[in-house]
């Protein structure tokens, strides 16, 4: 349904006929981390995800896994090593 609140106008799972179903019947505003992610929109209430209604959830436990501005480094990837080989290796063979 549509936002009659913070974020109107905006297609909202939360939203009921009733108002508001999210907890305390509106969104958070974003948190100082969420600055310069792209989920993040500019309301005449204030800054607010478009994604998640209550941003700090996101960041409480790391980052959050939907921000766009944070980049996160492949893992190096490790060489398989064939023990029997290594072993021989290890052995100056
Ligand atoms: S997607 Fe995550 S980082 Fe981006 S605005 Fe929403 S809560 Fe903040």
Redesign the pocket.
Known sequence: MICTTVRNGMECPFMTASGCGYKGGVCQA??E??KG????QEFPTGWY????PD?SI??KNGN??????IVIAPAAAKAKINPLKASKRAAGK
Do not use: D, F, M, Y
Not at 49 to 52: A, E, F, G, I, K
């Open positions: 974003i948190v981390a969420c992610c792209g989920r993040s995800c478009t994604s998640c941003p996101k960041w959050c896994n939907l921000a766009t501005h």
